[in-house]
């Protein structure tokens, strides 16, 4: 990954301005009950700063004590997502470790989820949603090579990779945008959303508006965080899944195979295997890391870190690269046996639309 640019004066100042007013602007009211089941029987599971761009603030995830859906409690504002979104290329991490901590993978991981649907269809038009660059589009043409991929997504990448060759039609925004949901009305065979429920506001809303753009028989293709993972136990704000601020939910597989059945579909498959990500240690380590380690030079922050300030982040970012590498390598090496217990970090669903 290339370095970040630096910041310039401009930019500092912007984030300055919008810093002078706190953060608290950029939080919803509390809620008292659970947005998927309405109980009021919530616990913290967990409080934490932003890891992986520390920006300020801090943020809270509850979970409930009926359905055990855990969601960001109080949850961002759109503001609060546009901050916190913001600048993604700039936080706190080398290249290795932004590899490690971006989920959920590579062309083969890709092709590996693509070959999911083949014992259910042979789609003519498939809308990736959340697509960014169109890496898995560009995967999956090579297990469905009379598919036609579109990609959807709500910053300008799908553009890119539309003219990258990605994907045929992009567009730009949000599936739940009542414009778009109409103009895709049921155009497709094959809906997919890896890990991009749980950067949703309304997850509901989401499935709904998947619903809308496909055609009948049509299939649902999702990939989405496991919050029953005893990592998250284990590791606490460590454990990537959290990604906070800008994971909003983690949904148990019981509660989203509910809804898929209450909107009229059904579940065809299942799977907690194929779809772990062998980042959990690693990932742990790096966003420990990034926290130790003197501050990049980031515009959110009021002035850029002294030369001896530099010197000594680059150094210990070189002395703990092997100590990264070799915690990656045991995490792929433990895989194959992760992936077949309930230390398993996400899951797969595939549901047909019945009407």
Request: aromatic share 6%.
């Amino acid at each position: 990954m290339p370095p970040a640019p630096q910041p310039t004066a401009e930019r500092r100042a912007a984030y300055a301005a919008d810093l002078a007013q706190g953060t608290a602007r950029f939080h919803e009211p509390r809620r008292a009950d659970c947005p998927w089941c309405g109980s009021k029987r919530l616990r913290t599971r967990l409080r934490t700063p932003d890891l992986r761009q520390r920006k300020p603030g801090t943020f809270v995830v509850d979970e409930c004590g009926d359905c055990a859906h855990a969601f960001q409690n109080p949850r961002l504002t759109p503001e609060g997502l546009a901050f916190y979104h913001r600048d993604p290329g700039e936080d706190a991490h080398d290249g290795l470790a932004e590899r490690l901590l971006d989920a959920p993978g590579g062309a083969g991981r890709h092709r590996a989820a693509a070959r999911a649907l083949l014992p259910f269809a042979e789609p003519e038009s498939w809308l990736d949603v959340g697509t960014g660059h169109g890496r898995f589009p560009a995967a999956a043409k090579e297990v469905h090579p009379y598919t036609s991929f579109d990609g959807l997504d709500a910053t300008r990448r799908v553009e890119r990779a539309r003219a990258a060759g990605r994907v045929e039609e992009a567009h730009v925004g949000r599936l739940t945008d009542p414009v778009i949901g109409e103009r895709l009305r049921a155009r497709y065979d094959v809906v997919s959303m890896f890990h991009h429920l749980e950067h949703t506001p309304e997850p509901r809303e989401e499935l709904r508006a998947a619903l809308q753009v496909l055609r009948p028989g049509g299939h649902l293709l999702a990939e989405v965080p496991d919050p029953d993972c005893p990592f998250g136990a284990l590791l606490g704000k460590w454990w990537p899944a959290y990604g906070q601020p800008r994971h909003l939910h983690l949904m148990p597989l019981s509660n989203l195979l509910g809804e898929l059945e209450s909107l009229g579909c059904a579940v065809v498959a299942t799977d907690r295997r194929e779809p772990h990500v062998p980042h959990d240690l690693s990932g742990a380590l790096a966003l420990a890391l990034g926290r130790a380690l003197p501050g990049p030079d980031a515009p959110w922050r009021p002035a850029p870190p002294t030369p001896l300030q530099r010197t000594a982040r680059l150094a210990l970012g070189r002395a703990s690269a092997p100590l990264l590498a070799s915690t990656a390598a045991l995490d792929r090496l433990l895989a194959p046996l992760l992936c077949r217990t309930r230390f398993s970090n996400a899951y797969r669903v595939v549901a047909r639309k019945e009407t």
